[in-house]
Protein backbone atom coordinates (compact mmCIF):
# COMPACT_ATOMS: atom_id res chain seq x y z
CA UNK A 1 0.00 0.00 0.00
CA UNK A 2 1.30 3.17 -0.88
CA UNK A 3 2.03 5.66 1.87
CA UNK A 4 1.04 8.82 -0.35
CA UNK A 5 -2.29 10.56 1.37
CA UNK A 6 -2.61 13.22 -0.98
CA UNK A 7 -1.34 13.10 -4.75
CA UNK A 8 -1.84 16.34 -6.88
CA UNK A 9 -0.92 15.62 -10.81
CA UNK A 10 -0.89 18.36 -13.43
CA UNK A 11 -2.76 20.48 -11.38
CA UNK A 12 -4.39 22.89 -13.43
CA UNK A 13 -7.03 25.91 -11.68
CA UNK A 14 -8.22 29.30 -13.45
CA UNK A 15 -11.17 31.40 -11.84
CA UNK A 16 -13.61 32.57 -14.40
CA UNK A 17 -14.46 36.58 -13.49
CA UNK A 18 -17.16 38.78 -14.13
CA UNK A 19 -15.84 39.32 -17.74
CA UNK A 20 -15.07 35.55 -18.65
CA UNK A 21 -11.56 35.56 -18.49
CA UNK A 22 -9.86 32.88 -16.62
CA UNK A 23 -6.57 33.72 -15.27
CA UNK A 24 -4.69 30.59 -14.54
CA UNK A 25 -3.55 30.64 -10.57
CA UNK A 26 -1.92 26.47 -10.92
CA UNK A 27 -0.49 25.70 -13.85
CA UNK A 28 0.80 22.42 -14.17
CA UNK A 29 1.22 21.27 -9.96
CA UNK A 30 2.52 17.90 -9.68
CA UNK A 31 3.15 17.35 -5.75
CA UNK A 32 2.46 14.15 -3.65
CA UNK A 33 2.16 14.87 0.06
CA UNK A 34 3.42 11.56 2.60
CA UNK A 35 1.33 10.19 5.75
CA UNK A 36 2.72 11.52 8.66
CA UNK A 37 4.66 14.25 7.26
CA UNK A 38 4.98 17.95 8.11
CA UNK A 39 4.89 19.71 5.02
CA UNK A 40 4.93 23.61 4.24
CA UNK A 41 4.02 25.14 1.49
CA UNK A 42 5.68 28.71 0.92
CA UNK A 43 4.72 31.34 -1.52
CA UNK A 44 4.23 35.15 -2.16
CA UNK A 45 0.55 36.37 -1.97
CA UNK A 46 -0.93 35.62 -5.47
CA UNK A 47 1.74 32.46 -5.86
CA UNK A 48 -1.70 30.05 -5.96
CA UNK A 49 -0.14 28.45 -2.33
CA UNK A 50 -4.36 28.83 -0.90
CA UNK A 51 -5.63 28.18 -3.94
CA UNK A 52 -4.06 24.30 -3.98
CA UNK A 53 -4.68 24.23 0.08
CA UNK A 54 -8.85 24.29 -1.33
CA UNK A 55 -7.64 21.76 -3.59
CA UNK A 56 -6.50 19.07 -1.24
CA UNK A 57 -9.80 18.36 0.07
CA UNK A 58 -12.36 19.26 -2.78
CA UNK A 59 -13.22 22.82 -1.69
CA UNK A 60 -12.47 23.76 -5.22
CA UNK A 61 -11.82 21.61 -8.04
CA UNK A 62 -8.96 20.84 -10.49
CA UNK A 63 -10.05 22.63 -14.57
CA UNK A 64 -7.11 20.87 -15.56
CA UNK A 65 -5.14 17.50 -13.84
CA UNK A 66 -6.48 15.78 -10.57
CA UNK A 67 -6.02 15.95 -6.52
CA UNK A 68 -6.36 12.36 -5.18
CA UNK A 69 -6.75 11.59 -1.59
CA UNK A 70 -5.95 8.38 -0.78
CA UNK A 71 -6.78 7.18 -4.06
CA UNK A 72 -9.67 8.98 -4.40
CA UNK A 73 -10.65 11.97 -6.77
CA UNK A 74 -11.88 15.23 -5.62
CA UNK A 75 -14.01 15.49 -8.24
CA UNK A 76 -16.29 12.35 -7.74
CA UNK A 77 -19.34 13.90 -5.52
CA UNK A 78 -20.11 10.66 -3.99
CA UNK A 79 -16.48 10.34 -2.10
CA UNK A 80 -16.66 14.16 -0.62
CA UNK A 81 -17.54 13.51 2.13
CA UNK A 82 -14.74 10.70 2.55
CA UNK A 83 -12.25 13.00 1.26
CA UNK A 84 -13.29 15.84 3.57
CA UNK A 85 -13.43 13.32 6.80
CA UNK A 86 -9.84 11.99 5.37
CA UNK A 87 -8.37 16.15 5.25
CA UNK A 88 -9.83 18.37 7.97
CA UNK A 89 -8.88 22.35 6.90
CA UNK A 90 -8.50 25.20 9.23
CA UNK A 91 -8.57 28.89 7.75
CA UNK A 92 -6.85 31.97 8.59
CA UNK A 93 -9.79 33.44 10.29
CA UNK A 94 -11.32 31.17 13.63
CA UNK A 95 -14.08 33.47 13.91
CA UNK A 96 -15.39 31.83 10.05
CA UNK A 97 -15.08 28.17 11.78
CA UNK A 98 -16.67 28.60 15.31
CA UNK A 99 -20.42 28.56 15.07
CA UNK A 100 -21.16 27.71 19.05
CA UNK A 101 -21.23 29.85 21.86
CA UNK A 102 -19.60 27.38 23.86
CA UNK A 103 -16.02 26.45 23.22
CA UNK A 104 -17.24 22.16 23.87
CA UNK A 105 -20.33 22.73 21.66
CA UNK A 106 -18.44 24.06 19.00
CA UNK A 107 -15.82 21.00 18.90
CA UNK A 108 -18.23 18.28 19.25
CA UNK A 109 -20.47 20.30 16.17
CA UNK A 110 -18.65 18.44 13.26
CA UNK A 111 -18.68 15.09 14.94
CA UNK A 112 -22.11 15.37 15.19
CA UNK A 113 -23.14 16.07 11.37
CA UNK A 114 -21.23 12.93 10.89
CA UNK A 115 -23.41 10.77 12.73
CA UNK A 116 -20.97 9.76 15.53
CA UNK A 117 -22.66 8.06 18.95
CA UNK A 118 -22.79 10.90 21.52
CA UNK A 119 -20.52 9.06 23.90
CA UNK A 120 -17.47 8.81 21.72
CA UNK A 121 -18.41 12.75 20.93
CA UNK A 122 -17.64 13.26 24.38
CA UNK A 123 -14.60 11.04 24.26
CA UNK A 124 -13.64 12.85 21.04
CA UNK A 125 -14.24 16.47 22.50
CA UNK A 126 -11.90 16.00 25.30
CA UNK A 127 -9.20 14.40 23.77
CA UNK A 128 -9.34 17.28 20.90
CA UNK A 129 -9.13 19.86 23.31
CA UNK A 130 -6.66 18.52 25.61
CA UNK A 131 -4.49 17.77 22.41
CA UNK A 132 -4.94 21.90 21.49
CA UNK A 133 -4.08 22.75 25.22
CA UNK A 134 -7.86 23.56 25.37
CA UNK A 135 -8.99 21.62 27.72
CA UNK A 136 -9.61 23.79 30.69
CA UNK A 137 -11.66 26.20 28.54
CA UNK A 138 -14.13 23.87 27.26
CA UNK A 139 -17.19 25.72 28.94
CA UNK A 140 -15.95 29.18 28.01
CA UNK A 141 -17.58 31.16 25.41
CA UNK A 142 -15.38 31.16 22.51
CA UNK A 143 -15.74 34.83 21.56
CA UNK A 144 -14.17 35.80 25.13
CA UNK A 145 -10.82 33.96 24.12
CA UNK A 146 -7.64 35.57 22.51
CA UNK A 147 -7.00 34.78 18.47
CA UNK A 148 -4.34 31.98 19.47
CA UNK A 149 -6.78 30.26 21.66
CA UNK A 150 -9.87 30.64 19.28
CA UNK A 151 -7.39 29.26 16.66
CA UNK A 152 -6.62 26.72 19.03
CA UNK A 153 -10.48 26.01 19.36
CA UNK A 154 -10.96 25.63 15.27
CA UNK A 155 -8.29 23.04 15.38
CA UNK A 156 -9.61 21.07 18.09
CA UNK A 157 -12.78 21.02 16.12
CA UNK A 158 -10.74 19.63 13.19
CA UNK A 159 -9.51 17.23 15.43
CA UNK A 160 -12.31 15.66 16.72
CA UNK A 161 -13.49 14.77 12.78
CA UNK A 162 -10.40 12.55 13.02
CA UNK A 163 -8.87 13.63 10.09
CA UNK A 164 -5.57 11.56 8.22
CA UNK A 165 -4.71 15.17 7.64
CA UNK A 166 -4.97 18.65 8.39
CA UNK A 167 -4.30 21.56 5.90
CA UNK A 168 -3.61 24.74 7.52
CA UNK A 169 -4.07 27.97 5.04
CA UNK A 170 -2.21 30.93 6.71
CA UNK A 171 -3.04 29.84 10.54
CA UNK A 172 -1.49 32.57 12.05
CA UNK A 173 -1.81 35.39 9.50
CA UNK A 174 -4.34 37.14 12.44
CA UNK A 175 -2.40 36.57 15.41
CA UNK A 176 0.00 38.07 17.55
CA UNK A 177 3.90 36.59 17.80
CA UNK A 178 2.53 34.55 21.32
CA UNK A 179 -0.65 33.27 19.64
CA UNK A 180 1.51 31.82 16.33
CA UNK A 181 3.69 30.09 18.46
CA UNK A 182 0.71 28.47 20.73
CA UNK A 183 -0.44 27.64 17.19
CA UNK A 184 2.94 26.04 15.91
CA UNK A 185 3.67 24.02 18.60
CA UNK A 186 -0.03 22.20 18.43
CA UNK A 187 0.81 21.71 14.98
CA UNK A 188 4.08 20.25 15.76
CA UNK A 189 2.81 18.06 18.62
CA UNK A 190 -0.16 16.70 16.63
CA UNK A 191 1.86 15.90 14.01
CA UNK A 192 5.01 14.09 16.21
CA UNK A 193 2.76 12.33 18.93
CA UNK A 194 -0.49 11.54 16.78
CA UNK A 195 0.84 11.11 13.56
CA UNK A 196 -1.67 13.59 11.49
CA UNK A 197 0.12 14.64 8.86
CA UNK A 198 0.04 18.35 8.44
CA UNK A 199 0.13 20.48 5.38
CA UNK A 200 0.97 24.17 6.79
CA UNK A 201 0.21 27.08 4.08
CA UNK A 202 2.16 30.11 5.13
CA UNK A 203 4.15 32.77 4.39
CA UNK A 204 5.87 33.04 7.61
CA UNK A 205 9.49 31.71 6.86
CA UNK A 206 10.10 30.85 10.70
CA UNK A 207 6.85 28.62 10.33
CA UNK A 208 8.40 27.07 7.02
CA UNK A 209 11.16 26.37 8.73
CA UNK A 210 9.92 24.04 11.30
CA UNK A 211 8.72 21.22 8.17
CA UNK A 212 10.12 18.54 7.30
CA UNK A 213 9.79 19.60 3.85
CA UNK A 214 9.40 23.11 1.76
CA UNK A 215 7.34 23.28 -1.33
CA UNK A 216 7.95 26.82 -2.75
CA UNK A 217 5.25 28.11 -5.13
CA UNK A 218 5.54 31.13 -7.61
CA UNK A 219 2.65 31.64 -10.35
CA UNK A 220 0.96 28.58 -9.83
CA UNK A 221 3.71 26.46 -9.58
CA UNK A 222 6.32 24.35 -7.74
CA UNK A 223 9.81 26.31 -8.69
CA UNK A 224 11.54 24.81 -5.08
CA UNK A 225 10.85 21.16 -3.03
CA UNK A 226 13.03 19.68 -0.28
CA UNK A 227 13.70 19.89 3.32
CA UNK A 228 14.20 23.26 4.78
CA UNK A 229 17.89 23.88 5.28
CA UNK A 230 18.71 23.07 1.17
CA UNK A 231 15.65 24.99 0.14
CA UNK A 232 16.81 28.47 2.06
CA UNK A 233 20.16 27.96 0.57
CA UNK A 234 19.18 29.32 -2.60
CA UNK A 235 18.79 32.74 -1.39
CA UNK A 236 18.88 34.37 -4.37
CA UNK A 237 16.52 31.88 -6.07
CA UNK A 238 13.77 32.35 -3.39
CA UNK A 239 14.66 36.46 -3.77
CA UNK A 240 13.77 36.41 -7.48
CA UNK A 241 9.99 34.82 -6.72
CA UNK A 242 9.68 37.45 -3.72
CA UNK A 243 10.59 35.90 -0.65
CA UNK A 244 13.12 36.23 2.21
CA UNK A 245 15.00 33.52 3.92
CA UNK A 246 14.85 33.09 7.74
CA UNK A 247 16.58 35.77 9.65
CA UNK A 248 19.96 33.17 10.47
CA UNK A 249 20.47 32.17 6.83
CA UNK A 250 19.87 36.14 5.67
CA UNK A 251 22.99 36.60 8.21
CA UNK A 252 25.21 33.78 6.69
CA UNK A 253 24.15 34.53 3.70
CA UNK A 254 25.40 38.15 3.93
CA UNK A 255 28.70 37.14 5.70
CA UNK A 256 29.63 34.76 3.35
CA UNK A 257 29.08 37.44 0.48
CA UNK A 258 31.81 39.18 2.74
CA UNK A 259 33.87 36.26 2.07
CA UNK A 260 33.76 34.32 5.37
CA UNK A 261 33.25 30.62 5.49
CA UNK A 262 30.08 30.10 7.47
CA UNK A 263 27.74 27.30 6.53
CA UNK A 264 24.41 28.34 5.07
CA UNK A 265 22.52 25.23 6.82
CA UNK A 266 22.48 26.68 10.25
CA UNK A 267 18.53 27.78 10.61
CA UNK A 268 17.91 27.58 14.01
CA UNK A 269 18.91 30.17 16.44
CA UNK A 270 21.03 27.92 18.22
CA UNK A 271 22.76 26.92 15.12
CA UNK A 272 23.68 30.15 13.71
CA UNK A 273 25.13 31.16 17.26
CA UNK A 274 27.34 28.19 17.28
CA UNK A 275 28.41 28.81 13.42
CA UNK A 276 29.14 32.76 14.40
CA UNK A 277 31.02 31.13 17.75
CA UNK A 278 32.63 29.21 15.62
CA UNK A 279 34.04 31.78 13.25
CA UNK A 280 34.79 34.50 15.72
CA UNK A 281 36.98 31.38 17.80
CA UNK A 282 38.89 30.55 14.44
Not at 218 to 245: H, I, N, W
Request: net charge negative.
Amino acid sequence: MSDTIIEARDLRFAYTDAEGVSPIVLDGVDLQIREGSFVAVLGHNGSGKSTLAKHLNGILLPSGGAVYVQGMDTRDESRLLEIRRAVGMVFQNPDNQIVANVVEEDVAFAPENLGVPPEEIRQRVDEALKAVGMYEFREHAPHLLSGGQKQRVAIAGIIAMQPRCIVLDEPTAMLDPIGRADVMRTIKKLNRTQGVTVVLITHHMDEAAQADRLVVMARGRVVADGDPRTVFQDVEGLKKVGLTVPDTTELLWQLRQDGLDVPLDAISDEECAAALYKLLKD
